[in-house]
């Protein structure tokens, strides 16, 4: 899109927001019903797109991408009413005779900057609360599930009028044009290093945003855990969309003693869920440039298990390494593919240690039966979001807000998080005439009375 036709786009947006009075919460929600209609009758489709963009099996797109989609939906057309009630607090003393309130309104105009590991659902689900709060969106999903784009492109132009809400495609130029613009929030999904060239562009109008990041996310095994489950749900969580996923675990830390024999585990859980020579419950990478990286990263490195890839497909097969060097590429950055490195470790504080050397990850996950131990892992360590005996699953619950700390990201949304996210709170204080007490205007004749009101709060 051209620079004059992005402005003219912002421009009709601003008009939409003009007249935001008429965008009633009921005329909202009832657009919130169409897009979840409109989704409904494209669900083939959407599998398709996914399908073609980096193979990712139609079980995994239900789950993770149209589930996700639909409970937020759901979530908003249930609670919007009742969440955007002006909410009254009690007021302060000083203000007597006043009601206060806390009005709940839109940013304004928000873009959202989508990536391509779940191509939908990190696309829509910003999209519904930005909406839900009365924002119009301008969306740019990632140009590296070109197919996915196309159908939110269609699915948002049947639903929306562009003053309100429109897909714009295109790479990282086009990605620039829109943040060279001016918007009232900015909502950005990818990776550390683009988060941070975001957050310096967006800095220049100061525009409030939340930051979507990625990380190492640790996951502990202790001697106490149950480790057949935690093979189970270790496999699961690092192998679904092939290991590009945000929260997956990045590399484990398991107890020295029981590591051979988790590690087992570990192999035949995997030979179990592929049994499927061709890996068709299984995606491939998104592109040739993030396969070789992977591969790349297993040059020198002691694969335990997989390792086999194919460059025709970009297929990299489920893989497991014996403590690479931390110095090494394998763990410099966040690995976003099917890689799993294992660590042993004797103490505490040696899993304190190689942990903190990271960035404060996106989520850290503990398996154990031991409650003083997780309180310990709890208390000294600070991450975006966790779980305990299991990977990834505090994604579902829309109750608790999702985001990282630190490098790992900046603000939380989903379910109610997602609303406080895209409205301001707009506070109001309503004094009454009937009494206006004289003390707070000159001339200063209280001190003392106030010195001794001031008692009361020292
Ligand atoms: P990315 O940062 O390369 O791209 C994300 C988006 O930013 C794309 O739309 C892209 O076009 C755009 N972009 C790229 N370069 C840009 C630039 N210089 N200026 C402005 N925009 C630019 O990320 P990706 O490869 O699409 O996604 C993978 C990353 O996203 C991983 O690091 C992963 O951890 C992270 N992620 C985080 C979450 C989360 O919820 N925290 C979810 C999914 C993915």
């Not at 403590?323 to 090494?328: D, H, R």
């Not at 990834?392 to 109750?399: A, L, P, S, T």
């Given at each position: 899109m051209k620079e004059r036709d992005i402005k003219d786009l912002i421009k009709s947006q601003d008009n939409f927001l003009e007249h935001s009075?008429?965008?009633t919460i009921e005329k909202r929600i009832s657009i919130l019903k169409t897009l979840k209609s409109t989704i409904k009758s494209h669900e083939q489709e959407i599998v398709d797109a996914i399908y073609k963009d980096f193979q990712k099996p139609e079980f995994e797109v239900l789950t993770t991408e149209l589930f996700v989609v639909y409970k937020e939906l759901n979530i908003f057309i249930k609670n919007l009413k009742k969440w955007s009630k002006p909410k009254s607090v009690s007021s302060a003393w000083l203000n007597f005779p006043s009601s206060d309130k806390i009005y709940y309104v839109p940013w304004g105009k928000v873009l959202v900057i989508a990536p391509w590991n779940y191509p939908f659902q990190l696309a829509i689900t910003p999209l519904i609360g930005a909406i839900a709060c009365g924002n119009t969106v301008v969306l740019k999903p990632s140009e590296h599930a070109p197919h996915t784009a196309d159908i939110l492109e269609k699915i948002i132009s049947d639903v929306f009028e562009q003053k309100q809400a429109k897909v714009i495609q295109g790479a990282v130029d086009t990605a620039k044009n829109l943040l060279n613009q001016k918007w009232d929030y900015v909502f950005f999904t990818g990776s550390v290093p683009v988060g941070r060239i975001v957050s310096q562009q967006i800095a220049k109008h100061m525009t409030p945003h939340t930051l979507e990041l990625g990380g190492k996310n640790p996951c502990i095994i202790d001697s106490s855990a149950n480790l057949d489950i935690a093979a189970k749900r270790i496999c699961w969580g690092k192998f679904l969309n092939a290991g590009q996923t945000c929260i997956a675990p990045d590399y484990l830390m398991i107890d020295e003693n029981i590591k051979t024999k988790f590690v087992e585990k570990l192999i035949s859980t995997l030979k179990e869920f592929y049994k499927d020579e061709a890996y068709g419950d299984y995606a491939r990478m998104i592109h040739a440039d993030h396969f070789e990286k992977l591969v790349g990263f297993l040059d020198d490195q002691a694969v335990i298990y997989g390792g086999e890839h194919n460059a025709k497909t970009n297929f990299l097969a489920p893989t497991l390494v014996d403590?690479?060097?931390?110095?090494?590429d394998l763990m410099k950055e966040e690995i976003f593919g099917p890689i799993l490195p294992i660590y042993g470790y004797s103490t505490f504080d040696e899993l304190k240690s190689t942990i903190k050397?990271?960035?404060?990850?996106?989520s850290l996950y503990v398996f154990s039966e031991q409650d003083q131990f997780i309180k310990k892992v709890n208390q000294n360590f600070d991450f975006g979001g966790g779980v305990i005996n299991d990977t990834?699953?505090?994604?579902?619950?829309?109750?608790l807000p999702f985001g990282g700390v630190g490098a790992s990201g900046v603000g939380n949304y989903h379910g109610k998080a997602s609303f406080y996210t895209f409205t301001r709170q707009k506070p109001l204080v309503h004094r009454k005439n009937w009494l206006d007490i004289p003390i707070k205007y000159p001339p200063y004749t209280k001190v003392s009375s106030f010195k001794s009101f001031l008692n009361l709060f020292r």
């Open positions: 009075t008429e965008h403590s690479p060097e931390f110095s090494s050397a990271f960035d404060k990850p996106l990834i699953v505090h994604f579902v619950n829309d109750k």
